[in-house]
């Protein structure tokens, strides 16, 4: 079975950084891309930045692009997303996100894929 632990998450000052990690277990980790989405309150799942099986290709929502950076480390079976130049309307819950299927990428937040529990980010201003 496929889990997905997220963690890093935390309160931080308007223009500070943090770096979420994502552990995965249950299966080959290499195979798989990975994303982050964010959820803050009263809003929908939004998508954040997404990864490739290899690392290779990355993919980023226009409003954390140039500040957020996403990668991973397939000998841990991790994938991290760091968070710089924060700003309060990052405040959300980030969620760690691997596809059901190999070789396929997600941009969306999609009901048949492996979700983690969730890390709360609040960035104060």
């Known amino acids: 079975q496929v889990q997905l632990v997220e963690s890093g998450g935390g309160l931080v000052q308007a223009g500070g950084s943090l770096r979420l990690s994502c552990a995965a277990s249950?299966?080959?980790?290499?195979?798989?891309?990975m994303g982050w989405f964010r959820q803050a309150p009263g809003k929908e799942r939004e998508f954040v930045a997404a990864?490739?099986?290899?690392?290779?290709?990355?993919y980023y929502a226009n409003s954390v692009k140039g500040r957020f950076t996403i990668s991973r480390d397939n000998a841990k079976n991790t994938v991290y997303l760091q968070m710089n130049s924060l700003k309060p309307e990052d405040t959300a819950v980030y969620y760690c996100a691997a596809p059901t299927r190999p070789m396929v990428v997600v941009t969306k937040p999609c009901p048949t894929c492996y979700w983690g529990q969730g890390t709360q980010v609040t960035v104060s201003s």
């Open positions: 990864i490739s099986w290899s690392g290779a290709a990355t």
């Open positions: 249950g299966r080959t980790f290499s195979n798989y891309a």
